[in-house]
């Protein structure tokens, strides 16, 4: 069970041959080993508890309808804002969750989502439908299905920037995209495990143009001047811009 530093250390250069050797890799990270935990923990309380036999379908269903939905607005409308680094208690915030990794998508110690961040916004997720759906046992059933959704969405974002030498052609679409994000086109490609909200909104863009902030995500020398907490920190850990 790796840390992020740890785990970057050890597959950074790393070829995977097979689906088998992603898949043990993948499961040597602490969140990823985590997740799965938690999703076999709800299914145990959701049998315990003595959950409606059609909660877990149902949360099943849930999950695929929203999912593509969740991840898009999430991802462009928050990760990609500049809300975020406008205060200083959420700059650093940002940074870890999207900066970091936009300003250098090779650095596989920011690749993972902190845990700190995903379990909590995946339990409020996983208690929302219970406003409107009176179903014993749905809040278990969601927890479960969350997280192994969240699991296939790092999975899906792990594989689009390690080095895979095993032909699959659902990870290769997917990677080509969010490569594009990363080194073409930032505003372009938000969906890492799905393309659905992308083609919905018009954003699966495979043109050729090059935007000048795919790294910076628009945090240039001018906005830092007056919001400089995203700067000062990336300069005390990297020692530059």
Same mark, same amino acid.
């Given at each position: 069970m790796l840390s992020d530093r740890a785990w !970057?250390?050890? %597959?950074?250069?790393?070829?995977?041959?097979?689906? &088998?050797a992603l898949a043990g890799a993948f499961c040597d990270h602490y969140a990823i080993k985590m997740y799965l935990v938690i999703s076999i923990a709800a299914v145990f309380a959701l049998i315990v508890i003595g959950g409606n036999v059609f909660a877990l379908p149902v949360s099943l269903l849930i999950a695929v309808i929203f999912y593509p939905l969740v991840e898009y607005v999430l991802h462009r409308f928050v990760l990609h804002? !500049?809300?975020? %680094?406008?205060?200083?208690?959420?700059?650093?915030? &940002?940074r870890r969750l999207h900066y970091d990794h936009h300003m250098d998508p090779n650095n596989l110690s920011v690749l993972f989502a902190s845990p700190l961040t995903s379990v909590p916004l995946l339990v409020v997720l996983a208690a929302m439908p219970g406003a409107f759906l009176d179903l014993q046992g749905l809040f278990p059933a969601m927890l479960a299905t969350n997280f192994l959704m969240f699991t296939y969405y790092e999975l899906m974002h792990a594989s689009a920037h390690l080095k895979i030498d095993f032909q699959n052609n659902w990870i290769a679409s997917h990677k080509r995209s969010h490569l594009?994000?990363?080194?073409?086109?930032?505003?372009?490609?938000y969906g890492i495990g799905t393309h659905v909200m992308d083609r919905i909104a018009g954003t699966a863009d495979k043109s050729p143009r090059h935007s000048s902030t795919v790294r910076n995500l628009g945090y240039d020398d001018e906005v830092a001047e007056a919001y400089p907490w995203v700067r000062d920190g990336y300069r005390r850990d990297h020692g530059s811009d």
């Open positions: !970057s250390e050890k %597959y950074s250069q790393r070829h995977f041959k097979s689906k &088998w804002s !500049s809300l975020l %680094y406008r205060n200083a208690i959420t700059a650093p915030l &940002w594009r994000h990363h080194f073409i086109c930032e505003t372009q490609n």
